[in-house]
C-alpha cells in the first residue's frame, strides 16, 4: 500500500510525548486526508470539528485584520487539540494534559509550512 | 473606625475608578473585616495593577490572615513597583522574622532608609533575637507585629502613559475630594451603550490590546475590538466567533478530555484568546504580536473575572 506523503509528518508528530493522535484535513469540507491516531480516537469527528474551528478563527481574524492564522490551541481540562493551517490544509493534533505545547507548536508550525 | 469605613466606602462609591480603596481596604483591615478587606483591595488592584501602595494594602491583609507566603509575593511586587517602599521592606523583614530568617530580616530592614521609627524599632526586635539566639538563650516569638503601614492616602487616577503604561509617578501626591454619596461600594458601570465599550478598559495594559464580550448568538455584549484603521469591527468579530463555544464543547466531548477551558489563535498581527463565560457567552481578548503568549492569557482570566461580575450585577 502507497504511503500518504504526509505518513512521516504526522508520524513524527505523533511521538511527542501525549500526542494521541494527529492528522491532516480539509479545512473546506472537514475531510481527514490522513491520521495518525491512536485507537478509540473519533478521528473524523475531531477532524470536522477542528476544521470548523480553524475556520471560524481565519474567518474572525480576517474580518479584524489580524492577518493568516499560523497556530491555534484549544485548551481543555486533561488536553487539548492544536491546528497550523496552510491554504485549505490544516495539520491537527490531539494531545493530553502532560504534552509539551511549546516544542509542539514549534515542530507544527514548522511542518505546516510544508503542507501542498 | 465605622464613620471612617462608611466615609471611603461612600468616597468609592462616588468615584469607582478612585483610589480611595486603598485606605478603604486597610480600614476594613484594621477593623478585622479581612474578607471584604480583601475583596475591596483585589477590585482596586483589578483597576490599578501598578499602584505600588496598593500591593502593600493587600500583603498587610494577607499577613493578617496568616498567609506569610502570599504577603511576601504581594510585598515583593511593591517593591518592583516603587524600590524605595519602606513598608514594603518593612513587611518583609516581618515575614523574615516570623520565618525565623533573623539574619536575613537584619540585612532586609538595615538597607531600608534610616528614619523610619518603625524601621528602628522592627530592627531592634531583629537584633534582641538574633542576640538572644546566639546567646542560646529563647527567643521571643513577638515583639514584631504585622506592619501597621502608613496612612494610605488616596490618589488621582493613573493615567496612560505616552507609552501605553500606566503611570505611577504621582499616584500617591493628589487627595480625593471627599464630598456626600450613596454609601454603597459599587465598580462596574450599568448596562449603558457607550459605557459597557468601556467595560474592560481597566483590566488591559495598552491601546493595542482589546476585548469584547460575546452572547451565544455572536452578539457583543461588552466591549469593543478595533482594527488596525481605529475602525469598531466588533460585531463582525462576534458574528464570525458565534458557535465557538458548541463546536469548543462538542469537540472535547468527543475526545473525553474535559470541559474546553480557553483557545488560543495566533495570527501574523495578533494573538487572541478566548474562554467561556457565564450565560453560553464568550470572552474574547486580543493583543499585538509583540505581547508575550502567557500574558494574552493573564489577561483572558482578567477580563472574565470581570465579565463574571458585571453579568451578575446586570443580569
Not at chain 2, 150 to 158: E, L, N, S, T, Y
Request: net charge negative; proline share 5%.
Amino acid at each position: 500500500m502507497m504511503k500518504s506523503p504526509y505518513a512521516e509528518l504526522l508520524a513524527v508528530l505523533s511521538r511527542h510525548r501525549g500526542v494521541v493522535g494527529s492528522f491532516v484535513v480539509s479545512e473546506r469540507d472537514g475531510i481527514a486526508i490522513d491520521s495518525n491516531v491512536q485507537i478509540g480516537v473519533h478521528a473524523e469527528a475531531v477532524a470536522a470539528l477542528a476544521a470548523s474551528l480553524h475556520r471560524k478563527a481565519r474567518l474572525a481574524c480576517g474580518a479584524a485584520g489580524c492577518g493568516q492564522v499560523t497556530f491555534l490551541r484549544l485548551d481543555a481540562e486533561r488536553g487539548g487539540i492544536c491546528a497550523a493551517g496552510r491554504d485549505d490544509l490544516v495539520l491537527v493534533t490531539i494531545s493530553e494534559a502532560r504534552a509539551n505545547i511549546g516544542l509542539l507548536r514549534v515542530e507544527m508550525m514548522r511542518a505546516a509550512k510544508a503542507l501542498t | 473606625m465605622a464613620d471612617e469605613i462608611r466615609r471611603l466606602s461612600d468616597d468609592l462609591a462616588r468615584d469607582p475608578s478612585s483610589l480611595v480603596f486603598m485606605p478603604l481596604a486597610d480600614a476594613l483591615r484594621r477593623a478585622g473585616q479581612l474578607d471584604l478587606a480583601m475583596r475591596v483591595a483585589l477590585r482596586g488592584l483589578d483597576r490599578h495593577p501598578y499602584v505600588a501602595d496598593a500591593h502593600d494594602v493587600l500583603a498587610r491583609i494577607h499577613a493578617d490572615r496568616g498567609d506569610l507566603e502570599r504577603a511576601a509575593d504581594e510585598w515583593e511586587m511593591t517593591l518592583r513597583l516603587d524600590p524605595s517602599h519602606e513598608q514594603a521592606s518593612l513587611g518583609l523583614g516581618f515575614v523574615d522574622f516570623r520565618r525565623g530568617n533573623f539574619e536575613q530580616a537584619e540585612v532586609r530592614l538595615a538597607a531600608a532608609r534610616d528614619g523610619d521609627p518603625g524601621v528602628a524599632t522592627a530592627l531592634a526586635h531583629v537584633r534582641s533575637a538574633l542576640a538572644a539566639r546566639s546567646a542560646g538563650a529563647r527567643v521571643p516569638a513577638s515583639g514584631f507585629d504585622v506592619p501597621a503601614g502608613a496612612v494610605v492616602q488616596p490618589a488621582a487616577v493613573p493615567t496612560p502613559a505616552p507609552n501605553g503604561n500606566r503611570s505611577t509617578a504621582s499616584e500617591r501626591d493628589t487627595p480625593a475630594v471627599a464630598t456626600p454619596a450613596p454609601s454603597r461600594i459599587t465598580e462596574y458601570p450599568p448596562p449603558d451603550p457607550t459605557r459597557t465599550r468601556q467595560l474592560f478598559a481597566p483590566v488591559l495594559d495598552g491601546d493595542d490590546q482589546m476585548a469584547v464580550l460575546v452572547d451565544a448568538d455572536g452578539l457583543v455584549l461588552a466591549g469593543r475590538y478595533l482594527d488596525a484603521t481605529g475602525s469598531d469591527v466588533s460585531d463582525i468579530v462576534a458574528a464570525e466567533l458565534a458557535g465557538v463555544s458548541s463546536e469548543a464543547e462538542r469537540a472535547m466531548r468527543h475526545l473525553g478530555l474535559g470541559a474546553w477551558t480557553s483557545l488560543l489563535v495566533e495570527a501574523d498581527q495578533s494573538v487572541v484568546a478566548m474562554t467561556p463565560a457565564p450565560m453560553g457567552s464568550l470572552m474574547v481578548v486580543a493583543a499585538s504580536r509583540q505581547t508575550p503568549v502567557g500574558l494574552v492569557r493573564l489577561l483572558l482570566d482578567r477580563a472574565l473575572t470581570r465579565a463574571r461580575d458585571w453579568l451578575a450585577r446586570v443580569s
